[in-house]
Nanobody, 128 residues
Framework: QVQLVEFGGGLVQAGGSLRLSCSVA????????MCWFRQAPGKAREFVAA????????YSRDSVKGRFTMSRDNAKNTVYLQMSSLKPEDTAVYYC?????????????????????WGQGTQVTVSS
């Protein structure tokens, strides 16, 4: 059983910063590619950022490039999403997700249907 728990959401003013954390328990964290998704009210879930199992490959959606940074600490079984210059349109529930990479060190994916394990989500609200 793999369990993911997100931390760090909250209310912040536009232009502010937050750091989300996602702690993973149950299996070998270093074998997983990780991803952050978000879902705003009334909208479909969307990809935010992804990172490979070896921390060597990251990718983020265009609207957050230069503002959000995803990283991981395999010793702590945790991934992070450092968010800065936040905008009201970043308001959403943020979810972390994990997928097995079967030894592919550099593999990442933006497709939510490729991720087998999900956290419960953490709310991020950016006020204008």
């Amino acid at each position: 059983q793999v369990q993911l728990v997100e931390f760090g959401g909250g209310l912040v003013q536009a232009g502010g910063s937050l750091r989300l954390s996602c702690s993973v328990a149950g299996r070998t964290f270093s074998s997983y590619a990780m991803c952050w998704f978000r879902q705003a009210p009334g909208k479909a879930r969307e990809f935010v950022a992804a990172i490979s199992r070896n921390d060597g490959n990251t990718y983020s959606r265009d609207s957050v490039k230069g503002r959000f940074t995803m990283s991981r600490d395999n010793a702590k079984n945790t991934v992070y999403l450092q968010m800065s210059s936040l905008k009201p349109e970043d308001t959403a529930v943020y979810y972390c997700a994990a997928r097995e990479t079967y030894g592919r060190d550099w593999y990442i994916s933006r497709a939510d249907d490729e991720y087998a394990y999900w956290g419960q989500g953490t709310q991020v609200t950016v006020s204008s």
